[in-house]
């Protein structure tokens, strides 16, 4: 029997007592919603059951917030991660056949600028996603150290989650490069891209499985909040309940 059991039991024999004690106080006239003491006495014992399974729907609601957080980065990171491989095919191309270098710059350059739109869109509820830029002064988020990188919290049922942003808009720097100019290292940039894909690849595992367990965690919330809903609903008194019911005297008249 666990804490809310003991409270319950205790309360439930000791209410026809409570009960003359609470009718023999003299008040005003109830309203037509009044409630009897008994209703009142298990709304409070309640209480705190109610509250935490409101806690937990908020959690819920928190969870599939960043779930779906995570799933526009995750989105996001996979886009630039696409335009990354392409635009590494076309510099290894350009080193292996210099005369292809006219016809494939631009298609390089609009696959860069298409990296620097996704990573100024990526937001929610206009929080900045993968642009550290946007991190300044907005009081939801902690920038740690180097600026990299910043934190925001998530609270969930009975703890907070540390949800982490990482910034991606120093790639808004590939939008510079012109694959055709004689004097670009191709093979600086080939190893760039490739370092670049690497890391565009982690941001994206790491947060599709994020909103995964996230939306998990969504759900697990819902179902905890529920029985705690139920539990709350059962521990409400019933007239017709023979433990509630008054008995008629304090003192047992039996000897």
Do not use: C
Not at 91 to 100: I, L, P, R
Not at 128 to 145: E, V
């Amino acid at each position: 029997m666990d804490f809310f059991d003991e409270i319950l039991t205790y309360t439930y024999l000791k209410s026809s007592s409570l009960s003359l004690l609470l009718d023999s106080v003299q008040q005003q006239a109830p309203a037509i919603t009044q409630k009897s003491g008994k209703q009142m006495m298990a709304e409070a014992l309640t209480g705190r059951i109610r509250s935490d399974s409101s806690m937990l729907r908020q959690g819920a609601k928190n969870a599939t917030e960043a779930s779906n957080i995570a799933g526009i980065v995750a989105n996001s990171s996979s886009a630039i991660l696409t335009n990354l491989n392409q635009m590494l095919a076309l510099a290894q191309e350009v080193k292996a056949d210099s005369t292809k270098a006219a016809a494939d710059a631009p298609k390089f350059t609009a696959l860069a600028q298409g990296i620097t739109s996704t990573i100024a869109n990526s937001k929610y509820n206009n929080i900045s996603l993968l642009d550290k830029s946007g991190w300044t002064g907005d009081s939801r988020l902690t920038i740690n150290g180097g600026g990299n990188s910043a934190s925001l919290k998530i609270q969930v049922g009975y703890d907070n989650s540390t949800f982490t942003l990482n910034d991606m808009s120093y790639l808004n720097s590939l939008s510079s490069v012109d694959l055709s100019s004689p004097t670009l290292d191709l093979n600086a940039l080939i190893s760039n891209l490739s370092t670049n894909i690497t890391t565009a690849t982690i941001i994206y595992n790491g947060n599709s499985a994020l909103s995964t367990a996230y939306a998990g965690e969504s759900a697990f919330l819902v179902k905890q909040a529920d029985i705690l809903t139920k539990a709350a609903k059962d521990a409400m008194p019933s007239e017709e309940d023979p433990l509630l019911r008054d008995l008629g005297s304090i003192i047992s008249t039996t000897s």
